[in-house]
């Protein structure tokens, strides 16, 4: 199960994984825990990432592989790197903007939970 886009099924918004399970030996941890940047995204734009890296960032081999045109290869990834700068701003970001608009006075206590 792809555990980085799990969805909401009241409300939409992404949920957070609060358990772990050894399978091994048992054990169970529960508490919060993070999902990295390249797990929020789709398995598709995961496999460019992983397609990319192989062919040593070369476009014009991810433009062979994808059996697209240039343009739209470097397109492709164009859009990548906005989908990364977009989670990685989000998940460092969001949770000091917030904070720092509690401390200013700008949103309430409960306000500042609901939007962590």
């Known amino acids: ?4 886009n799990i969805k909401c099924p009241v409300c939409g918004k ?15 941890m529960e508490g919060e825990f993070s999902t990295p940047v390249l797990s929020r ?24 592989l994808l059996g697209v045109s240039y343009p739209t290869a470097r397109s492709r990834i164009a859009e990548l790197v906005k989908k990364l700068d977009s989670a990685m701003e989000s998940s460092s970001n969001r949770r000091d903007h917030v904070i720092d608009k509690l401390y200013k006075g700008e949103i309430t206590f409960e306000k500042a939970l609901e939007e962590l």
């Open 1 to 4: 199960m792809d555990i980085g």
């Open 41 to 64: 995204l789709t398995p598709e734009d995961q496999a460019l990432i992983i397609a990319f890296i192989r062919a040593f960032g070369s476009i014009k081999k991810i433009q062979e």
């Open 14 to 28: 992404v949920m957070t994984p609060v358990a772990c399970k050894c399978n091994a030996c048992d054990i169970r």
